[in-house]
């Protein structure tokens, strides 16, 4: 889907497997898998809106859908994100992860509420914040 | 899930809150919140099917809710699950991390698919597993435990 017209606008980063990863099935381990998505959407909200997303943006919702097992010996996966909708306080995102050999392991949808840190509640984009994230949408998003 | 049968709240189980859980915002960090939601399927699909079921169990899809942060001054949160509705091959649950004064911290639906652990593949359930876990099935509404 990368660079397919229309389709998603993605923001990579490549996540190093650690052998803590993997439980005792020998696969990862799920709860790993959103801290893969964690990389990619800390990317993304600092991509748009500066560093100070990573203190401001607090996860309310996620999808995951598990497609594939990740080992140890994949050694590595590419965690992907990208920005699905903007609302007043929040952001829709859509993150994969994908293995070496390009299997599809995880897709989900998330929702991120940006917060006030003094109080925990939820506080509106600036119109500065909004103008950041609108570059960030794919063609396809709404 | 309107219909079911009445049946009796289950307690769920303390877990300790580690101060690794935490991440920089200091709260639980929210892959944290898997690992505490599975500890309580764990529990509903050992009493229900025992031990060697939960290691046939795979994870398929899980939805959450994160309705309050987990401070990570909070010494032990509560976790339960319940039945929501059995497939052919997995079931439905319903798992839920409880803040010590009751309040729901997070809230998920997460569908298990039962392997034959020799093919790898998903096995049906047997009519014994299916009644065992009916056992288990959610009551609607359920109230926070008063642990």
Not at chain 1, 33 to 58: I, K, N, P, T
Not at chain 1, 118 to 141: D, I, K, Q
Request: aromatic share 6%; with cysteine; glycine share 6%.
């Amino acid at each position: 889907m990368t660079g397919s017209v229309g389709g998603p606008r993605w923001i990579e980063r490549r996540v190093d497997l650690r052998w803590r990863d993997v439980d005792a099935l020998g696969h990862v381990n799920h709860t790993i898998y959103l801290a893969y998505m964690s990389e990619v959407r800390d990317a993304l909200g600092v991509a748009a809106l500066g560093v100070h997303a990573r203190e401001q943006f607090v996860l309310a919702r996620i999808e995951v859908d598990y497609r594939a097992e990740v080992e140890l010996d994949d050694e590595w996966v590419t965690a992907r994100a990208s920005l699905l909708r903007i609302g007043t306080t929040s952001m829709r995102t859509l993150e994969e992860v994908v293995r070496p050999d390009g299997v599809l392991a995880a897709r989900a949808e998330s929702v991120s509420v940006l917060t006030d840190r003094a109080t925990s509640r939820p506080r509106p984009f600036t119109a500065e914040e909004r103008a950041g994230l609108e570059v960030l949408l794919g063609p396809g998003a709404a | 899930m309107s219909g079911r049968p009445e049946r009796p709240v289950r307690p769920g189980r303390r877990l300790q809150v580690r101060w690794n859980d935490a991440d920089a915002l200091g709260h639980v960090n929210n892959a944290v919140y898997l690992s505490y939601l599975e500890a309580a399927r764990g529990d509903l699909i050992r009493a229900a099917l025992g031990d060697g079921v939960w290691w046939d169990c795979v994870l398929a899809r899980i939805e959450i809710d994160f309705l309050r942060e987990i401070p990570i001054s909070v010494p032990e949160v509560t976790v339960r699950a319940s039945v929501l509705r059995i497939g052919t091959s997995s079931l439905r649950t319903r798992d839920e991390v409880l803040l010590p004064d009751g309040t729901v911290a997070a809230r998920a639906e997460a569908v298990l698919v039962v392997r034959n652990r020799d093919t790898g593949k998903a096995r049906p359930l047997t009519a014994d597993e299916r009644a065992a876990l009916e056992r288990y099935l959610a009551v609607e509404d359920e109230p926070s435990p008063s642990v």
